[in-house]
């Protein structure tokens, strides 16, 4: 089993910036991946952004390229999402996930562990 608790959501205004962090606690963070997804009401469950294991490795959605940035700290069992030039589309819950699965990674159905997630607000 891994416990995935994010922190740092909050409410912010548009074109302002968050850190989000996610701590692991359980198995082995280096054996997972990771990745970041949101939700917004009425939506499904997008990626935002992955990781490899070693954090040289990483993959973001169209929309977040450039403005997100995804980090990981296998010291702390902890990974990170930047956003900087938040827009109130941005507004979801942050949810970030681990995988045992070295491929792929865009489809939450990859992922075998879920943390309860982190709110963002975006206003306008």
């Known amino acids: 089993q891994v416990q995935l608790v994010e922190s740092g959501g909050g409410l912010v205004q548009a074109g302002g910036s968050l850190r989000l962090s996610c701590a692991a606690s359980?198995?082995?963070?280096?054996?997972?991946?990771m990745g970041w997804f949101r939700q917004a009401p009425g939506k499904e469950r997008e990626i935002v952004a992955h990781?490899?294991?070693?954090?040289?490795?990483?993959y973001y959605a169209d929309s977040m390229k450039g403005r997100f940035t995804i980090s990981r700290d296998n010291a702390k069992n902890t990974v990170y999402l930047q956003m900087n030039s938040l827009e109130p589309e941005d507004t979801a819950l942050y949810y970030c996930?681990?995988?045992?699965?070295?491929?792929?990674?865009?489809?939450?159905?990859?992922?075998?562990?879920w943390g309860q997630g982190t709110q963002v607000t975006v206003s306008s």
């Open positions: 996930a681990a995988s045992k699965y070295s491929y792929g990674l865009t489809s939450s159905t990859e992922y075998n562990y």
């Open positions: 990781i490899n294991w070693s954090g040289k490795n990483t």
């Open positions: 359980g198995r082995t963070f280096i054996n997972y991946a």
